[in-house]
């Protein structure tokens, strides 16, 4: 077996490892970051790449008025009981620190989402906007002949694989048949498309969570950091009072023994893809495998079990164990099945969620999170399947498409043979298709369409928070989230509960140093990203609780190990 020293070893390359690893190498420390796929970038990769830092530096420039008391009081009122007071004060306190290190010393740079709400706005300490970031879009001929070690972009939310940013840009795809900036916008990105389709074989421009990993892997190339892929980590390697000095890995060219000085930090991607750890945790999920995630498949728990076998503590009491969204599942051309987050449409007027009885059950521009929770809780005192579908009418679904069945000009019929869109005639030919109420979805909707005429929603109050608002259509008075579904033909697609990631976690102090069961630090053992259990308590405030504390806790780990204060 070969040695390999070095001060710090990262093992997993989605935001987390990778922030800690930058941070780390800028402080002069030798730093190796191992990954099991053949791909970098881990779940991040195929995120929409948003990080939900309070006070960071776009938001100042912008003239966001926070603070770090404020955004204190709304994660206190979101997590409630399982406020975690020294690990949120450390986020809050570096957060805005690690955004302008990056900033300062790298090739991340980021835009801020001025309109991008907290998800309970109205909350204690909520806000409008202003906390949200995300990795300004990269030219990946910068990474060289490394872009072919990029895992893309999650291929559902991809227009034939074209990376489509958030916000504005998003926007302009769903104007484009009807204003001509909007056409001409369009036609300029498709044209960037298909010349690096032609020329390098894939998309160069990226956005969202791909922006983000290029950013950072060219920040770590930059810094002379070797990140070894298809190299899983087979165990850690302890001395005999426990301390964590280094990792075996299996790398292509044979195993290593690989030693770090100052630590092993453990940013594997949590475990979406362990039907074992699920079943015990997702009460949804009675055999592990009804749970769906667009998580990449090598995200099996690796990090949690590498720390458990040395003493660590996995966390798995907070109230939900992920981060849940709803999904449906498009037919790819090789007959599989894909993954299909639901984050936009849900908010566009004219469309609704009914389960099997045919009755809403949510107010559906409300957080993925928090859909899914009402979801799940609708169909079990229903007593029946948990499923769930949105429906829409012709105009809705045409002016904003319907999940992977995109809006006008786009063609749809394949969708419809292969059984992912279903259409009815009727509300009660399509009621029947789903096998729903079709007396009690007629009545569903008549009720709906009563207040809809108003722009009114009284019995789930669709469209009344700042953070519903802003993914309607800004065009639709006097409530973007809100119009009346009445043109046939009817469109549904069914719904399953998955994850953006987990919650549950290894057990972390506030320099993201993993605890064992006493509670005290195992030497040398970190953990940041999904490996590490989460800091919002089971609960999504906003848009990046995820990939902020991610970076947050990268970043400190990489500070502590060092030992510098800041």
Known sequence: MKRYDCDVLVVGSGAGGLASAVAAAHRRLKVLVVEKEPVFGGTTARSGGWMWIPGNAPAKRAGVIDSAEKARTYLQGETGKYFDAPRIDAFLEAGPKAVDFFEQNTALKFDLGPTFADYHPDAPGGMPGGRSIVAQPFDGRELGKEISRLRPPLWEITLLGMMIGSGKELLHFFNVTRSPISMFYVAKLLAKFVRDK???????????????????????????????????VSGLITDDHGRVLGAKVDA????????????????????????????????????GHEHVSPAPPGNTGDGLRLGEKVGAQVVTDLPHPAAWVPISRPRRPDGTLGTFPHFVDRS?????????????????????????????????????????????????????????????????????????????????????????????????????NKHARKGEDPEFNKGSTSYNRSLGDPNVKPNPCVQ?????????????????????????????QVLNGDGRPIAGLYAAGNDAASIMGGNYPGGGITLGPAITFGYIAARHMSGANS
Not at 418 to 423: A, D, K, P, T, V
């Open 348 to 448: 566009k007027p004219g469309v609704i969620a009914i389960t099997r009885s045919g009755r809403r059950f949510v107010n559906e521009a409300n957080s993925y999170h928090d859909f899914c929770q009402a979801m799940v809780k609708r169909c079990e005192e229903e007593g029946g399947e948990l499923a769930a579908w949105f429906i829409a009418d012709h105009k809705a679904f045409r002016k904003y498409g319907l999940g992977y069945a995109k809006p006008a000009p786009v063609p749809f019929q394949k969708q419809i043979d292969n059984g992912y869109l279903i259409r009815g005639k009727t509300l009660r030919d399509l009621a029947d298709q789903l096998g729903a109420d079709a007396d009690q979805l007629e009545r569903t909707v008549e009720e709906f």
């Open 252 to 287: 292509p060219d044979g195993q290593y023994e690989v030693y770090a000085a100052k630590g092993v930090v453990l940013a594997a991607g949590g475990f979406p893809q362990d039907p074992v750890r699920r079943k015990e945790l997702m009460p949804h999920a009675p055999t």
């Open 484 to 512: 009346p579904i009445e043109k046939s033909p009817y469109y549904a697609v069914r719904l399953y509960v998955g994850d953006l990631g987990t919650f549950a976690g290894l057990k972390t102090n506030e320099n993201a």
């Open 198 to 232: 032609v020329f390098h074989g894939r998309p160069m421009r990226l956005v969202n969570g791909n922006a983000l990993v290029a950013r950072l892997v060219k920040s770590c190339f930059d810094m002379n950091v070797p990140i070894w892929t298809s190299s899983p």
